[in-house]
């Protein structure tokens, strides 16, 4: 059975860091894991997603400031955060399709089969 635990979200300043988590099990190759996050009155949007043979993808609104990336011996996904922004303010879920790589839609919701509870990170200006 897949399970996903994200940790690591917290309350930040404007322009500082933050890592998050997702301690990952239950799968393996192929699969696309990937970041989604829901803001207060928002739809759930993708954030950033990372397959078995390494392809990333990122939204236009955190290229350039968050990078994803796994550690495979700790079968852990990471989400660093940095010059963090008070739109970042959301539940931030690690989501995996444990069944294929990350395609051209990896930011829709409806691929992935398992989703984590969600932490949250709060970026205050």
């Known amino acids: 059975q897949v399970q996903l635990v994200e940790s690591g979200g917290g309350s930040v300043q404007s322009g500082e860091s933050l890592r998050l988590s997702c301690s990952a099990s239950g799968y393996s190759s192929p699969y696309c894991m990937a970041w989604f996050r829901q803001g207060p009155g928002k739809e759930r949007e993708g954030v950033a997603s990372?397959?078995?043979?390494?392809?990333?993808n990122y939204a236009a609104s955190v290229k350039g400031r968050f990078t994803i990336s796994q550690d495979h011996a700790k079968n852990t996904l990471y989400l660093e955060m940095n010059s963090l922004k008070p739109e970042d303010t959301a539940l931030y879920y690690c989501?995996?399709?444990?069944?294929?790589?990350?395609?051209?839609?990896?930011?829709?919701?409806?691929?992935?089969?398992?989703w984590g509870q969600g932490t949250q990170v709060t970026v205050a200006s």
């Open positions: 989501a995996v399709d444990p069944n294929d790589e990350c395609s051209g839609a990896w930011f829709v919701t409806g691929w992935y089969k398992a």
């Open positions: 990372l397959d078995s043979d390494g392809s990333t």
